[in-house]
């Protein structure tokens, strides 16, 4: 992958693919393992490896398109690698270079990261419990610990390509909302070390211990598998973890890109409902026999929603790519005060665009008519995956930053989802 151009040309196509199958797929809830082997092979997940790495550290703004574009085919295809984008940027802020070195090259040779993060039945969604616990080296409590000299825990495709670390780890723990980690190559995993500071752990998909579930029954987004991962006593070398509570100790733009992408699938999600309405209308509704109308596309009053429902999807979009640049400018300026005007920029995108997702997504069905509720069409695909993605973090929450940030100057706080 050269540059931002062939990134986004390459998104196009692939969007043009994927939404061949997309309604069916989600019908069937047949996973999109093919889909994700084409776009692994397309080099479109390597495409914020930085240079220095091989990658085209593309800009936030070519980002978020991509997502858009995916989105705008199969919203559930494109929630897939949102993680996978979440924990590079991990590695580029946390990682030792050698750390960097390896998963940047698993990276640009088609390996996927999942996630596993969200843990059901805890206080909140930062009530991380999931544990890192020092294996003892040997001579230490007359044990010695297993893969005690840091090289690869379990048989995945991370071998030894990481200069070895101090000693290793077992991790336990349940995850839930897992999505990608039925489709990865490795699992970033949220724990707590000893000194309850949070850490990733990049774990293979298939080492000891580790059992993905297909459990994930959603109403939307049903084909992402977002399930279950169980770790139990899983080894972890010492090299394969990173200190992700430091991200947090100054100016950050972790929770900003990660986010940046949730507004970005949800935009996706809103113009496609609004192209798909369009031509329900065009091609299938009748028009209503009050209008005095051939068509229904002629239908003035139809006509001013499709007004209305354009201009909440221009703005989703509009504020979309704002926040990206917002993003791009913080990365080339990092401090205090670029990074709050990213978060917010962020913040406002998502707002809009979850908004305009849900609504646009509902109002497929008023302005197209009782055929467009059929079964058989799958249109109700759309707010099902609207609805069901933008449940991923409140937005009132957003709204409330926004508003402090405006009236007193306050800084939006320093976490992973804003």
Same mark, same amino acid.
């Given at each position: 992958?050269?540059?931002?151009?062939?990134?986004?040309a390459?998104?196009?196509?692939?969007?043009?693919?994927?939404?061949?199958g997309?309604?069916?797929?989600d019908?069937?809830?047949?996973?999109?393992?093919?889909?994700?082997?084409?776009?692994?092979?397309?080099?479109?997940?390597?495409?914020?490896?930085?240079?220095?790495?091989?990658?085209?550290?593309?800009?936030a703004?070519?980002?978020?398109?991509? @997502?858009?574009?995916?989105?705008?085919?199969?919203a559930?295809?494109?929630?897939i690698?949102?993680?996978?984008? /979440?924990?590079?940027?991990v590695?580029?802020?946390?990682?030792?270079?050698?750390?960097?070195e390896?998963?940047?090259?698993?990276?640009?040779?088609?390996?996927r990261?999942?996630?596993?993060?969200?843990?059901?039945?805890?206080?909140?969604?930062?009530?991380?419990?999931?544990?890192?616990?020092?294996?003892?080296?040997?001579?230490?409590?007359?044990?010695?610990g297993?893969?005690?000299?840091?090289?690869?825990?379990?048989?995945?495709?991370?071998?030894?390509?990481?200069?070895?670390?101090?000693?290793?780890?077992?991790?336990?723990?349940? &995850?839930?909302?897992?999505?990608?980690?039925?489709?990865?190559?490795?699992?970033?995993?949220?724990?707590?070390?000893?000194?309850?500071a +949070?850490?990733?752990?990049?774990?293979?998909r298939?080492?000891?211990?580790?059992?993905?579930?297909?459990?994930?029954?959603?109403?939307?987004?049903?084909?992402?598998?977002?399930?279950?991962?169980?770790?139990?006593?899983?080894?972890?070398?010492?090299?394969? /973890?990173v200190?992700?509570?430091?991200? @947090?100790?100054?100016?950050?733009?972790?929770?900003?890109?990660?986010?940046?992408?949730?507004?970005?699938?949800?935009?996706?999600?809103?113009?496609?409902?609004?192209?798909?309405?369009?031509? @329900?209308?065009?091609? &299938?509704?009748?028009?209503?026999?009050?209008s005095?109308?051939?068509?229904?596309?002629?239908?003035p009053? +139809?006509?001013?929603?499709?007004?209305?429902?354009?201009?909440?999807?221009?703005?989703?979009?509009?504020?979309?790519?704002?926040?990206?640049?917002?993003?791009?400018?913080?990365?080339?300026?990092?401090?205090?005060?670029?990074?709050?005007?990213a978060?917010?920029? /962020?913040?406002?995108a &998502?707002?809009?665009?979850?908004?305009?997702?849900?609504?646009?997504?509902?109002?497929l069905?008023?302005?197209?008519?009782?055929?467009?509720a059929? %079964?058989?069409l799958?249109?109700?695909?759309?707010w099902? %995956?609207?609805?069901?993605?933008?449940?991923? %973090?409140?937005?009132?929450?957003?709204?409330?930053?926004?508003?402090?940030?405006?009236?007193?100057?306050?800084?939006?706080?320093r976490?992973?989802?804003?």
């Amino acid at each position: 992958m050269a540059d931002d151009a062939e990134a986004l040309a390459l998104a196009r196509e692939l969007a043009d693919e994927f939404r061949a199958g997309a309604a069916e797929r989600d019908q069937e809830r047949r996973l999109p393992r093919a889909e994700l082997e084409r776009l692994s092979a397309s080099g479109l997940l390597g495409v914020t490896v930085p240079r220095e790495y091989g990658g085209a550290d593309v800009s936030a703004r070519t980002l978020a398109e991509i @997502f858009r574009l995916l989105a705008g085919a199969d919203a559930s295809l494109a929630q897939i690698p949102q993680s996978h984008f /979440v924990y590079i940027n991990v590695l580029r802020r946390q990682g030792t270079p050698e750390q960097r070195e390896f998963f940047f090259g698993e990276v640009l040779a088609g390996r996927r990261f999942g996630n596993a993060q969200s843990e059901a039945g805890t206080k909140h969604v930062q009530d991380i419990r999931t544990r890192l616990t020092p294996v003892p080296a040997a001579g230490e409590n007359g044990a010695a610990g297993e893969n005690g000299s840091g090289g690869a825990a379990g048989s995945g495709s991370g071998g030894d390509g990481v200069a070895a670390g101090s000693g290793s780890y077992l991790l336990n723990g349940q &995850k839930h909302y897992s999505t990608g980690a039925l489709f990865a190559d490795w699992i970033p995993v949220l724990a707590r070390a000893e000194d309850d500071a +949070l850490h990733v752990a990049y774990i293979p998909r298939d080492a000891p211990g580790v059992t993905v579930l297909d459990d994930w029954d959603g109403m939307g987004q049903r084909t992402t598998a977002s399930g279950t991962v169980r770790l139990a006593d899983v080894t972890v070398p010492a090299d394969r /973890v990173v200190p992700h509570h430091l991200t @947090f100790q100054g100016p950050q733009l972790h929770g900003a890109v990660a986010q940046l992408l949730h507004a970005a699938i949800d935009a996706g999600i809103a113009a496609a409902a609004l192209a798909e309405a369009a031509e @329900f209308v065009r091609t &299938k509704s009748r028009p209503w026999f009050e209008s005095g109308y051939e068509t229904a596309a002629e239908d003035p009053l +139809l006509i001013q929603r499709f007004g209305e429902l354009a201009l909440q999807v221009r703005a989703g979009e509009a504020l979309l790519a704002a926040a990206a640049d917002a993003v791009d400018a913080a990365t080339a300026d990092l401090t205090d005060d670029s990074a709050a005007e990213a978060s917010i920029a /962020v913040a406002a995108a &998502k707002v809009r665009a979850a908004e305009a997702a849900v609504e646009t997504s509902s109002a497929l069905f008023e302005v197209a008519g009782t055929r467009s509720a059929l %079964d058989s069409l799958n249109l109700n695909r759309y707010w099902r %995956d609207a609805r069901t993605h933008t449940l991923h %973090d409140p937005v009132r929450w957003k709204v409330q930053h926004i508003g402090r940030y405006v009236l007193s100057g306050t800084r939006p706080p320093r976490h992973g989802l804003l």
